[in-house]
């Protein structure tokens, strides 16, 4: 078996999470809200989304070339029709696909 370096840190679960948490905040710390039609955009998922189980939910924000533009998390679905997503400051004309995780954040809306 390879082990890790020994400069490589143990941390807890707890820290761990806190790390993400942080890095999160930074990366959506001057995100602006978007409002999306979802009429012609692909949308990845593993779960059906409706407005009671998407809030949260971290996004890949992708062109229509597959290319990841940004990051976003879901602020409001509304089923089928409209994502309001908040991202860091992109075109969301340019969004031709929504790949939704599984993963959760908790920040300010």
Same mark, same amino acid.
């Given at each position: 078996m +390879?082990?890790? $370096?020994?400069?490589?840190?143990?941390?807890?679960? &707890?820290?761990?999470r806190?790390?993400?948490?942080?890095?999160?905040? &930074?990366? /959506?710390?001057?995100?602006?809200? /978007? &409002?999306? $039609?979802?009429? %012609? +955009?692909?949308?990845?998922?593993?779960?059906?989304?409706?407005? @009671?189980?998407?809030?949260g939910? +971290? !996004? $890949?924000l992708? #062109? $229509?070339?597959?290319i @990841?533009? !940004?990051? %976003?998390?879901? =602020?409001?679905?509304? #089923?089928? @029709?409209?994502?309001? *997503?908040?991202?860091?400051?992109i075109?969301?004309?340019k *969004?031709?696909? *929504?790949?939704? %995780? #599984? !993963?959760? =954040? #908790?920040?300010?809306?």
């Open positions: +390879i082990g890790c $370096g020994e400069e490589v840190k143990t941390k807890s679960p &707890e820290q761990r806190a790390y993400r948490q942080k890095k999160y905040a &930074e990366y /959506f710390a001057e995100a602006k809200t /978007f &409002e999306i $039609g979802l009429k %012609g +955009i692909a949308v990845q998922t593993c779960r059906r989304l409706n407005s @009671d189980n998407g809030l939910l +971290i !996004a $890949g992708r #062109d $229509g070339n597959g @990841d533009l !940004a990051m %976003g998390f879901i =602020v409001e679905w509304r #089923d089928g @029709d409209k994502a309001i *997503i908040k991202s860091p400051d075109n969301p004309k *969004i031709l696909c *929504i790949v939704v %995780g #599984d !993963a959760t =954040v #908790d920040l300010p809306v």
